[in-house]
């Protein structure tokens, strides 16, 4: 259960889970970060301060292409977490 402590840590921010549920939710296609602006109103800078937050915990993969890349979900999460965000326990 402790290896899981910065996992919950990093998502117990609203602006990283809000971030972290838009990716999980784009599945093979991917988030663009421009699309995580649009949709919650961030500045580039303060996305790109929670997606590197994420990344550091292995949440999300970052996969250059385009301008500026998409960024996935890990296909390594914790089944509970993956089971969690694929319930749509949390809104879009």
Sequence with gaps: MMQYLSVFE???NQTRLNAFNFIYRSGQNGARPKDIIE???LD???LDFHLK???AVNLITLRKGGTKGRYF???DLPKGL???FAEEL???
């Design 10 to 12: 990093a998502l117990g």
């Design 39 to 41: 949709q919650y109103g």
């Design 44 to 46: 580039s800078g303060t």
């Design 53 to 55: 937050k994420l990344m």
């Design 73 to 75: 979900p890990n296909q």
């Design 82 to 84: 993956n089971q969690l």
């Design 90 to 92: 949390l809104p879009h």
